[in-house]
T-cell receptor, first 114, second 113 residues
Framework: GAVVSQHPSRVICKSGTSVKIECRSL??????MFWYRQFPKQSLMLMAT?????????EQGVEKDKFLINHASLTLSTLTVTSAHPEDSSFYIC??????????FGNGTRLTVT | GQQLNQSPQSMFIQEGEDVSMNCTSS?????WLWYKQDPGEGPVLLIA?????ELTSNGRLTAQFGITRKDSFLNISASIPSDVGIYFC?????????????FGDGTTLTVKP
């Protein structure tokens, strides 16, 4: 079964609103969680690395004030897309890694901004 | 930065045929992972490799961690229609780059019944 749960799987929001996506590790403590964005027929584009209890590290070109990441516990990280615009529409995926476990992915969130 | 070259980019095969895809890197890794992604879903881990030379099987799938630590291959034997999807390799060198994984661009597999 799934070891990383991502919620919601789909969300439609209006331009200017904010959307929160949750990523939970189900049966292990995730020391590190990663957030990706994926465009159609392309590979995963890493947005940020999230370590529990510390600030996320963002990849070059990713606006940290627009994509707020909170890793409040060893099993939960959240990504908030603030003031969403249509160009933010995409497939967002999280992944999590524990002390002795390989990287597992959530099932993705399809965000559509109208 | 680290880069992975994954090939082939796409494959169109007949059901029952064997499949082989590989990833090569200019840098060494100490972990190689192979994932399959179905449309609209997140990647699912197929095989994890942790030692150079390691050969690991998962059902009809077999993957190997290259001796040089710069490459890995994934084989699928006797393909079936549900093998359709995008396969990604990922390499990690845990002691650098914050343990981030580098991903290949994917191999899109189409299986004709």
């Amino acid at each position: 079964g799934a070891v990383v749960s991502q919620h919601p799987s789909r969300v439609i929001c209006k331009s200017g609103t904010s959307v929160k996506i949750e990523c939970r590790s189900l049966d292990f403590q995730a020391t590190t969680m990663f957030w990706y964005r994926q465009f159609p027929k392309q590979s995963l584009m890493l947005m940020a690395t999230s370590n529990e209890g510390s600030k996320a590290t963002y990849e070059q070109g990713v606006e940290k004030d627009k994509f707020l990441i909170n890793h409040a516990s060893l099993t939960l990280s959240t990504l908030t897309v603030t003031s969403a615009h249509p160009e933010d529409s995409s497939f967002y995926i999280c992944s999590a890694r524990g002390f002795n476990s390989p990287l597992h992915f959530g099932n993705g969130t399809r965000l559509t901004v109208t | 930065g680290q880069q992975l070259n994954q090939s082939p980019q796409s494959m169109f095969i007949q059901e029952g045929e064997d499949v082989s895809m590989n990833c090569t890197s200019s840098s060494i890794f100490n972990t190689w992972l192979w994932y399959k992604q179905d449309p609209g879903e997140g990647p699912v881990l197929l095989i994890a490799l942790y030692k150079a030379g390691e050969l690991t099987s998962n059902g009809r799938l077999t993957a190997q961690f290259g001796i040089t630590r710069k490459d890995s291959f994934l084989n699928i034997s006797a393909s079936i229609p549900s093998d359709v999807g995008i396969y990604f390799c990922a390499g990690t060198f845990s002691n650098t780059n914050a343990g981030k994984s580098t991903f290949g661009d994917g191999t899109t597999l189409t299986v004709k019944p």
